[in-house]
C-alpha cells in the first residue's frame, strides 16, 4: 500500500515570499489533516477536511494561511506571506478508521520549510 | 481547553531497563489515546492506542494504561532496546465524531534515549 506523499520535503523561502505544499493521502481515505510541528513540539492541527469539506480550521491563520482540498483527494497548503515564525515542518496526514473507534493517522515525510 | 501535558520532555535509560512516559489531557469527553514514535527525521508512526473503554492494553513491549478519573494515561517499555531510541507523543482525541474521528491534540514530545 502507498503511503501518503507530500511534496515538496524541503524549502526555503525569504519572508514575505509565498509557498505552496502539495499532499496525497492515502487511497481511499477520507480524512485529510496538515499539522505544524516546530522543532522540538507536538504537530499542531492547521485543518482537517472529510472528504473536500473542512472539519476544523480553528487554528489556521487564516490571514495567511489557505488550503483546499479539491475533489476530496489531493490537497494543498499555502502560506502567503511567509513569516519568520512559520519555519517548521508541515506534516500531512490521512486517517483510517478501525472498528470500535480507533483512528489511526498515517503521516507523509513532511516538508520542512526555513524562512529566512 | 485543549492540552495535552507530557513529561518527561527527555528521558535516558540503559538498554533493558524500563521507560516510562506521562500525559495528562484537559477534556474530560476524550475517549481515544493513541502513542506516536517519531524516529528523527522521520514521520511519526502510531505504536499502539486505547479507548477510555479499558484501563490497560498490552503489545509485545510496549503498554498503555489510562486513569480517566484523573485524566492521565502512561506508556511504558519494557526491555528497552537502542532501536527503541526516538521522540514519542502522546495524543488525546477531541471532538470525536465516533467511527469517523476527531481532532487529536499532542502533547509536546519525550526524547528517550536507549544506552548500549
Known amino acids: 500500500e502507498a503511503g501518503v506523499a507530500q511534496s515538496p520535503r524541503y524549502k526555503i523561502i525569504e519572508k514575505r515570499q509565498s509557498v505552496a505544499f502539495w499532499c496525497n493521502p492515502i487511497?481511499?481515505?477520507?480524512?485529510l489533516y496538515w499539522y505544524q510541528q516546530i522543532l522540538g513540539q507536538g504537530p499542531k492541527l492547521l485543518i482537517q477536511?472529510?472528504?473536500?469539506?473542512?472539519?476544523?480550521d480553528s487554528q489556521l491563520p487564516k490571514d495567511r494561511f489557505s488550503a483546499e482540498r479539491l475533489k476530496g483527494v489531493d490537497s494543498t497548503l499555502k502560506i502567503q506571506p511567509a513569516k519568520l515564525e512559520d519555519s517548521a515542518v508541515y506534516l500531512c496526514a490521512s486517517s483510517l478508521v478501525r472498528e470500535g473507534g480507533f483512528y489511526e493517522q498515517y503521516f507523509g515525510p513532511g516538508t520542512r520549510l526555513t524562512v529566512t | 481547553g485543549e492540552n495535552v501535558e507530557q513529561h518527561p520532555s527527555t528521558l535516558s535509560v540503559q538498554e533493558g531497563d524500563s521507560a516510562v512516559i506521562k500525559c495528562t489531557y484537559s477534556?474530560?469527553?476524550?475517549?481515544?489515546f493513541p502513542w506516536y514514535k517519531q524516529e528523527l527525521g522521520k514521520r511519526p508512526q502510531l505504536i499502539i492506542d486505547i479507548r477510555s473503554n479499558v484501563g490497560e492494553k498490552k503489545d509485545q513491549r510496549i503498554a498503555v494504561t489510562l486513569n480517566k478519573t484523573a485524566k492521565h494515561f502512561s506508556l511504558h517499555i519494557t526491555e528497552t532496546q537502542p532501536e527503541d531510541s526516538a521522540v514519542y507523543f502522546c495524543a488525546a482525541l477531541i471532538k470525536e465524531i465516533y467511527n469517523q474521528g476527531g481532532k487529536l491534540i499532542f502533547g509536546q514530545g519525550t526524547e528517550l534515549s536507549v544506552k548500549p
Open positions: 487511497s481511499g481515505h477520507a480524512t
Open positions: 477534556d474530560s469527553a476524550s475517549n481515544y
Open positions: 477536511f472529510q472528504n473536500n469539506g473542512v472539519v476544523d
